[in-house]
């Protein structure tokens, strides 16, 4: 049984951690968030101590090695994605390998850092990169590697996921904490084609607001128009009239690839490799974090092109604009 502890723990993504902990039978033994709103943690490790001032998190933690002869084996990270970087170095110098969500960091130089942080420690750096341990996504890589080897599949990925008002006002809707709409709901899936269709040749964005992008990735086996949105305004009007406030669809050669089931073990799966020392480390994101990155400093060249057909839908204003 390993000991963890849990930076974020009142997040939206922390409940899948505690419960991939939980199910490869280890302990939380210690959480921290600025807020108070985690009685979610009774549902997983009620015996789990928490904290809401870093400082006596951080106290505590080492109190529990030089007191009670308690080491941390890991440090699971679901904190604002600004602070990913601070809270992996943390847990390394604790002597603890970090478990930590997409995106790892912002900027591709942030992982030279941390890849010195984890040669000085010994420690080590996990990323939940969970598309890749789902079915489907593994039988496609499987598929497009054993197909022919010069072949240029023709994708088209989008996901639109609603959100309200209050997006903006969190640090979601800060570039400088989130990245932006590309870095914050769309790594996993720029790092999911990297996985699969192989290196990045060519990156244009076509629409870059507050609510929406839209671009063109060249990869080695891969030509992808993508459109990711919060507005729900531009969900199809097939799934506004279910009531549904999320789509998500990749096509390749025009056929669907269902991967819309599956999802709620990803974690736990995740964690049951990281454990055993087959994870993905920092390398494996390196490639993401690259698209993001020149995504977020790209020039928008506007609608010319292999454009995504979404990205026509009319742009409106802030919502917070006078």
């Not at 030089?66 to 440090?75: A, G, P, R, S």
């Not at 023709?154 to 903006?168: F, I, M, P, Q």
């Not at 128009?225 to 789509?247: C, M």
């Not at 920092?282 to 990205?311: D, K, M, S, T």
Request: aromatic share 12%; glycine share 8%; hydrophobic share 35%.
């Amino acid at each position: 049984m390993k000991n963890f502890a849990l930076i974020g723990a009142a997040g939206y993504i922390a409940p899948r951690h505690m419960k991939a902990i939980k199910e490869t039978n280890n302990d939380l033994i210690a959480a921290y968030d600025k807020f108070d709103s985690v009685g979610i943690i009774d549902s997983y490790f009620p015996h789990a101590d928490f904290f809401v001032e870093f400082e006596r998190f951080d106290r505590h933690v080492e109190k529990l090695k030089y007191e009670k002869n308690i080491q941390l084996d890991y440090v699971s990270i679901c904190t604002p994605n600004y602070l990913h970087d601070a809270h992996i170095r943390m847990a390394l110098r604790r002597g603890a390998d970090a478990i930590c969500e997409k995106p790892l960091v912002l900027n591709p130089w942030n992982i030279d850092a941390l890849g010195n942080i984890e040669k000085e420690t010994g420690q080590r750096i996990w990323n939940i990169l969970q598309l890749r341990v789902h079915p489907s996504i593994i039988a496609l890589k499987e598929k497009i590697a054993n197909g022919p080897k010069d072949k240029i599949y023709d994708v088209d990925l989008t996901y639109l996921t609603s959100r309200g008002n209050w997006y903006y006002t969190s640090w979601k809707g800060d570039v400088s904490k989130s990245g932006g709409i590309a870095t914050n709901i769309g790594v996993h899936f720029y790092d999911m084609l990297s996985w699969v269709f192989g290196d990045v040749k060519e990156n244009k964005v076509h629409v870059h607001t507050h609510d929406r992008a839209a671009g063109y990735l060249e990869f080695e086996r891969a030509r992808v128009r993508w459109f990711l949105s919060i507005n729900e305004d531009v969900l199809p009007d097939e799934i506004k009239a279910k009531g549904q406030r999320t789509y998500r669809s990749i096509t390749i050669e025009g056929e669907e690839l269902e991967f819309s089931g599956g999802f709620t073990d990803l974690h736990t799966t995740s964690y049951e490799e990281i454990v055993k020392g087959n994870g993905y480390g920092i390398e494996e994101c390196r490639q993401a974090i690259e698209i993001v990155h020149n995504i977020r400093h790209a020039e928008v060249v506007g609608l010319q092109g292999e454009y995504h057909p979404f990205a026509k839908k009319e742009l409106i204003k802030h919502p917070f604009s006078v």
